[in-house]
């Protein structure tokens, strides 16, 4: 998802589908991910990791950019820093480059890159790069274009030997190029498996075709390269189009694609410490970052995806910041390391409203950036540079859940070397609240089709739980409040008795529709699985057992064969002290299989181990590992 530079959270109520667990992936995925996840949780200790000396000045402004972190809402009297924010978001590790001035200031690590080996961020840690490994392909591409090797605007199936996209009818008689293909306009369905590396992976072009077995460790959906419109018509992000340009380059070059790349890319920009999924990656197993999601480390501790051109780079900052710098020097014609002037200005040239290959583009008032993020299980990062002034920043952290910690890092970046519109915060005062006025907030609210959110009290205060993501609630009076990153304010609605019956949202002074209406009988909601299983599973994780039971419940009456429900269910008895109902329900599913060969026992373990590490009562867990005679899994020790 591409964010606007200065409003890059857009509200929206979520459908249920979008599990809290992993935001925007199938319910199966989330299952396996709390099934595998068994490595003990250590939140980010505050340690920060400089691995380098700079100037005064540098040190200055390094300091500065730790402690002005903000999203699109300044707070008065709130300020954050870095370290605390790491705390807050319960990510692990964070490592950033700053480009000033074409050059690459300064890079720094914060955090841990792996929390069991104690094995902190410096700013040679790898991180997976996923998407942004986009930009690094396309200037590769262009590099055979500007050789005369391709041309950008012919059939791709006159470069492809070891494998033809097959043409239908969809792409109504017109051909897919190059060019389409890295400005995601080839009209192709996207997909790029994600494996646990510890499993044997598909080929690209077993990929492609479709043929890559479907693992059960696979955390993506595996289907062919096939038209899904007309090429050139319209933006439809594809992994798999980018798939084909890695196939394209190996055909043409005879060459491997990781050797093609390290060659013509990352040895002419210096950019020593990146490389791809695979064997390369052993010999700088020490400097690599160790995937987490939701603090707990991913299986394998990376994924794996045949599809390297599209999400395989292994790289620090200070690399990509290499890249950054060399882009924008080639579009000033001071530097051709890769790319001529005319071929770099290809690279930023849109095809299609702001996408260019391998880029995005970017307006801030008068100022333009090229950009790039990326997400994988475990990973997220993203970067800017600007296409004059020689400005950029590069943040990657080896969290895979919600980008907001990577945006307000830029925006302090920003902030301090004082980039030009680039970010311009809201300002707003918070009064303080009684928790017996804002207790009778708490609830569900839904605006119907199965859309809801929920406000529920966290540690901090009371947060509002939206399209997967927990935004604190600052108020402006008892009935009025708002959130740092979404950007609607609301008004609470009662009715003449007092009682609580909804909110209304209002965007720049003019109302939203619809409104949200609390639901105050949940045992007459309607709705799917997901709906049910996300509002239980978000009141179950907060430690409201009795809410999370009364959705839980009403969701077994609607669908009375849901084992995931049944599961969140009995975890929602046992914290609520109801045991022997809990253990009913354990006892009776022993030996189902959840979904594909996720074992009843298997999911039971990895929700304690999760629970145990989120600091839940553990002896009601002890108990029933020892009632149902399991071994006390990985990680719980």
């Given at each position: 998802?591409?964010?606007?530079?200065?409003?890059?959270?857009?509200?929206?109520?979520?459908?249920p589908?979008?599990?809290?667990?992993?935001?925007?992936?199938?319910?199966?995925?989330?299952?396996?991910?709390?099934?595998l996840?068994?490595?003990?949780?250590?939140?980010?200790?505050?340690?920060?990791?400089?691995?380098?000396?700079?100037?005064?000045?540098?040190?200055?402004?390094?300091?500065?950019?730790?402690?002005?972190l903000?999203?699109?809402?300044?707070?008065?009297g709130?300020?954050?820093?870095?370290?605390?924010?790491?705390?807050?978001?319960?990510f692990?590790?964070?490592?950033?480059?700053?480009?000033?001035?074409?050059?690459?200031?300064?890079?720094?690590g914060?955090?841990?890159?792996?929390?069991?080996?104690?094995?902190?961020?410096?700013?040679?840690?790898?991180?997976?790069?996923?998407?942004?490994s986009?930009?690094?392909?396309?200037?590769?591409?262009?590099?055979?274009a500007?050789?005369?090797?391709?041309?950008?605007?012919?059939?791709?199936?006159?470069?492809?030997?070891?494998?033809?996209?097959?043409?239908?009818?969809?792409?109504?008689?017109?051909?897919?190029?190059?060019?389409?293909?890295?400005?995601h306009?080839?009209?192709?369905?996207?997909?790029a498996?994600?494996?646990?590396?510890?499993?044997?992976?598909?080929?690209?072009?077993?990929?492609?075709?479709?043929?890559?077995?479907?693992?059960?460790?696979?955390?993506?959906?595996?289907?062919?390269?096939?038209?899904?419109?007309e090429?050139?018509?319209?933006?439809?992000?594809?992994?798999?189009?980018?798939?084909?340009?890695?196939?394209?380059?190996?055909?043409?070059?005879?060459?491997?694609?990781?050797?093609?790349?390290?060659?013509?890319?990352?040895?002419?920009?210096?950019?020593?410490?990146?490389?791809?999924?695979?064997?390369?990656?052993?010999?700088q197993?020490?400097?690599?970052a160790?995937?987490?999601?939701?603090?707990?480390?991913?299986?394998?501790?990376?994924?794996?995806?045949?599809?390297?051109?599209a999400?395989?780079?292994w790289?620090?900052?200070?690399?990509?910041?290499?890249?950054?710098?060399?882009?924008?020097?080639?579009?000033?014609?001071?530097?051709n390391?890769v790319?001529?002037?005319e071929?770099?200005?290809?690279?930023v040239?849109?095809?299609?409203?702001?996408?260019?290959?391998?880029?995005?583009?970017?307006?801030?008032?008068?100022?333009?950036?090229?950009?790039?993020?990326?997400?994988?299980?475990?990973?997220?990062?993203?970067?800017?540079?600007?296409?004059?002034?020689?400005?950029?920043?590069?943040?990657?952290?080896?969290?895979?859940?919600?980008g907001?910690?990577?945006?307000?890092?830029?925006?302090?970046?920003?902030?301090?070397?004082h980039w030009?519109d680039?970010?311009?915060?809201?300002?707003?005062?918070?009064?303080?609240?009684?928790?017996?006025?804002?207790?009778?907030?708490?609830?569900?609210?839904t605006?119907?089709?199965?859309?809801?959110?929920?406000?529920?009290?966290?540690?901090?205060g009371?947060?509002?739980?939206a399209?997967?993501?927990y935004?604190?609630?600052?108020?402006?009076?008892?009935?009025?409040?708002?959130?740092?990153?979404?950007?609607?304010?609301?008004?609470?609605?009662?009715?003449?008795?007092?009682?609580?019956?909804?909110?209304?949202?209002?965007?720049?002074?003019?109302?939203?529709?619809?409104?949200?209406?609390?639901?105050?009988?949940?045992?007459?909601?309607?709705?799917?699985?997901?709906?049910?299983?996300?509002?239980?599973?978000?009141?179950?994780?907060?430690?409201?057992?009795?809410?999370?039971?009364?959705?839980?419940?009403?969701?077994?009456?609607?669908?009375?064969?849901?084992?995931?429900?049944?599961?969140?269910?009995?975890?929602s008895?046992?914290?609520?002290?109801?045991?022997?109902?809990?253990?009913?329900?354990?006892?009776?599913?022993?030996?189902?299989?959840?979904?594909?060969?996720?074992?009843?026992?298997?999911?039971?373990?990895?929700?304690?181990?999760?629970?145990?590490?989120?600091?839940?009562?553990?002896?009601?867990?002890d108990?029933?590992?020892?009632?149902?005679?399991?071994?006390t899994?990985?990680?719980?020790?």
């Open positions: 998802m591409k964010l606007p530079v200065s409003n890059f959270v857009k509200e929206r109520i979520p459908a589908a979008s599990l809290y667990q992993f935001a925007n992936a199938r319910m199966v995925k989330r299952i396996y991910s709390r099934l996840a068994l490595l003990f949780f250590t939140s980010c200790n505050g340690q920060n990791n400089p691995a380098a000396t700079y100037s005064r000045e540098t040190e200055d402004q390094i300091k500065q950019v730790e402690n002005n903000a999203g699109r809402v300044k707070i008065e709130e300020s954050w820093n870095i370290l605390d924010r790491l705390a807050y978001y319960k692990n590790g964070v490592s950033i480059a700053v480009i000033q001035n074409y050059k690459v200031a300064w890079a720094k914060y955090g841990w890159a792996d929390v069991n080996e104690k094995k902190p961020v410096t700013e040679n840690t790898l991180f997976q790069a996923a998407s942004v986009k930009s690094i392909n396309s200037m590769g591409v262009l590099k055979l500007q050789d005369k090797k391709l041309d950008l605007n012919a059939d791709i199936n006159q470069y492809l030997s070891s494998w033809k996209f097959p043409y239908d009818s969809v792409s109504n008689g017109k051909k897919i190029t190059t060019l389409n293909l890295l400005t306009t080839a009209g192709i369905s996207s997909s498996p994600e494996y646990v590396s510890k499993e044997t992976i598909p080929s690209l072009i077993q990929t492609l075709k479709g043929d890559a077995s479907p693992s059960r460790f696979v955390y993506s959906t595996v289907a062919p390269a096939r038209s899904v419109s090429p050139g018509s319209h933006y439809e992000y594809s992994n798999s189009g980018i798939g084909i340009t890695q196939l394209m380059v190996t055909d043409i070059t005879k060459m491997p694609y990781e050797q093609y790349i390290s060659e013509t890319v990352f040895k002419p920009l210096g950019m020593e410490h990146s490389c791809y999924s695979g064997d390369s990656i052993k010999s197993k020490q400097e690599l160790t995937g987490y999601l939701q603090g707990v480390e991913v299986p394998g501790k990376h994924v794996v995806i045949p599809v390297v051109a999400g395989g780079l790289t620090t900052p200070a690399d990509l910041g290499k890249f950054i710098v060399e882009l924008q020097l080639s579009l000033l014609g001071k530097s390391k790319l001529s002037r071929m770099a200005e290809r690279m040239t849109p095809y299609l409203d702001s996408i260019a290959p391998g880029v995005f583009l970017k307006e801030a008032g008068s100022e333009k950036y090229f950009e790039h993020s990326g997400s994988l299980p475990g990973f997220n990062c993203d970067y800017y540079g600007s296409l004059e002034g020689g400005n950029g920043v590069v943040v990657m952290v080896n969290s895979g859940s919600s907001l910690f990577i945006q307000e890092i830029i925006n302090s970046v920003a902030t301090v070397y030009k680039f970010y311009h915060p809201v300002y707003k005062k918070a009064v303080t609240v009684p928790d017996s006025i804002l207790q009778k907030y708490s609830g569900v609210y605006a119907g089709d199965d859309r809801f959110t929920i406000i529920l009290k966290k540690e901090d009371y947060s509002l739980f399209d997967g993501t935004d604190k609630m600052y108020f402006k009076s008892d009935a009025d409040f708002f959130n740092v990153q979404f950007p609607t304010e609301k008004h609470f609605i009662k009715d003449a008795s007092g009682n609580v019956t909804g909110y209304t949202r209002t965007l720049n002074g003019v109302l939203q529709q619809p409104s949200l209406a609390k639901i105050l009988n949940p045992a007459a909601m309607t709705g799917d699985e997901f709906f049910f299983s996300t509002i239980g599973w978000a009141f179950l994780e907060n430690k409201n057992y009795a809410e999370a039971h009364q959705y839980l419940k009403r969701g077994l009456d609607l669908y009375p064969k849901s084992l995931m429900l049944e599961l969140n269910l009995a975890h008895c046992l914290f609520n002290k109801e045991y022997a109902a809990a253990l009913e329900i354990y006892k009776s599913h022993m030996g189902e299989t959840v979904a594909e060969d996720i074992k009843w026992q298997g999911m039971i373990k990895s929700d304690f181990v999760l629970f145990k590490h989120n600091r839940f009562d553990q002896r009601p867990m108990k029933i590992l020892r009632d149902l005679k399991l071994e899994p990985e990680g719980y020790e």
